[in-house]
């Protein structure tokens, strides 16, 4: 008597996330080839932040937590230096991914803002006793919400049509909001370190600093997640360069190696096209960005075709 073989059905069924898992590996962030940067990178226009903790070797719950909000900071503004110094040189048949980098930095920047002005703020004023703490910050957030508005409108009308992008009339838009977001992006940082000197600052080893600790981590492992694993945590750790302040930063944010690698290379597979335009790769360190490289490779091709 023959032993029945397998179910055909559960063969299949058992084979489908194997099939998944490679089709995301095919079209992961790590199989994409980088060099190192050569031209103008994403370290301008707009200044990056150099980190509290690192400029004045302080480790208090607010220079801390002020250093961890540069680095988030210095990811998106790599994000903006990356998207301006690019707009204007993106080829035909790279405009719809370009289009989906800019939104997804957008969705990242929004959400950003938002979280800050519904969650941490509060938080840090009432561990302070401080209503007036943000009154500045809450000024510079309006100075550049109006331009960013117009950077997502024009993105979104060219969506359903990208051949219609045009990347000097985005670099204009973002020329509009481009001193005032550098501003508050920097401004921020030392508000939140100067906290540090506050009055009503928790003491060390006390249960008040212990709560403000927490505050602050809780707020920074939640944020980039709730604005999107697929689109904006790629871009954040794409954006992220381990090689800066001599390496001091390799493990930020803290997390499990496989996790990141996951976070990378199987949430960034869904908008894979994406992430070429990121001013790291995938595993953090600087690279060329992608529309010099595309303009060499177009200029190389012509100039084969005509030889």
């Known amino acids: 008597m023959s032993t029945p073989g397998p179910d055909p059905k559960v063969t299949v069924l058992l084979s489908i996330p194997f099939m998944i898992i490679g089709f995301l590996l095919s079209r992961a962030p790590y199989n994409m080839t980088s060099v190192p940067p050569t031209k103008p990178w994403a370290d301008g226009p707009l200044k990056?932040?150099?980190?509290?903790?690192?400029?004045?070797?302080?480790?208090?719950?607010?220079?801390?937590?002020?250093?961890?909000?540069?680095?988030?900071?210095?990811?998106?503004?790599?994000?903006?230096?990356?998207?301006?110094?690019?707009?204007?040189?993106?080829?035909?048949?790279?405009?719809?991914?370009?289009?989906?980098?800019?939104l997804a930095w957008y969705k990242f920047v929004k959400s950003h803002h938002?979280?800050?002005?519904?969650?941490?703020?509060?938080?840090?004023?009432?561990?302070?006793?401080?209503?007036?703490?943000?009154?500045?910050t809450h000024k510079e957030h309006e100075s550049f919400l109006p331009g960013l508005a117009k950077f997502e409108s024009y993105l979104t009308s060219v969506q359903t049509n990208p051949s219609s992008f045009d990347g000097e009339e985005l670099v204009r838009i973002m020329s509009t909001f481009q001193a005032d977001f550098e501003h508050h992006f920097h401004s921020e940082v030392a508000t939140i370190a100067?906290?540090?000197?506050?009055?009503?600052?928790?003491?060390?080893?006390?249960?008040?600093?212990?709560?403000?600790?927490?505050?602050?981590?809780?707020?920074?492992?939640?944020?980039?997640?709730?604005?999107?694993?697929?689109?904006?945590?790629?871009?954040?750790?794409?954006?992220?360069?381990?090689?800066?302040?001599?390496?001091?930063?390799?493990?930020w944010p803290p997390m499990p190696g496989p996790i990141r690698w996951g976070l990378v290379n199987l949430a960034g597979a869904v908008h894979y096209g994406w992430w070429k335009f990121a001013s790291c790769d995938s595993n953090g360190k600087p690279q060329e960005l992608w529309a010099y490289r595309a303009q060499e490779i177009k200029a190389q091709r012509e100039g084969a075709g005509k030889t």
């Open 48 to 102: 990056l932040i150099t980190t509290p903790q690192y400029q004045t070797k302080r480790t208090d719950v607010f220079t801390t937590g002020a250093t961890h909000m540069a680095l988030l900071h210095n990811s998106i503004l790599r994000g903006f230096n990356s998207i301006y110094l690019q707009a204007p040189l993106i080829l035909e048949q790279d405009k719809a991914d370009f289009i989906g980098y800019c």
């Open 114 to 136: 938002d979280d800050e002005e519904q969650t941490l703020f509060n938080k840090i004023e009432e561990v302070l006793q401080d209503k007036t703490i943000f009154a500045e």
């Open 194 to 251: 100067a906290f540090a000197d506050h009055p009503n600052a928790p003491k060390p080893d006390t249960p008040e600093n212990e709560a403000a600790t927490t505050t602050f981590k809780t707020w920074g492992k939640s944020t980039v997640t709730k604005a999107g694993v697929m689109d904006v945590v790629p871009l954040f750790l794409m954006n992220l360069d381990k090689t800066v302040e001599e390496g001091m930063w390799t493990n």
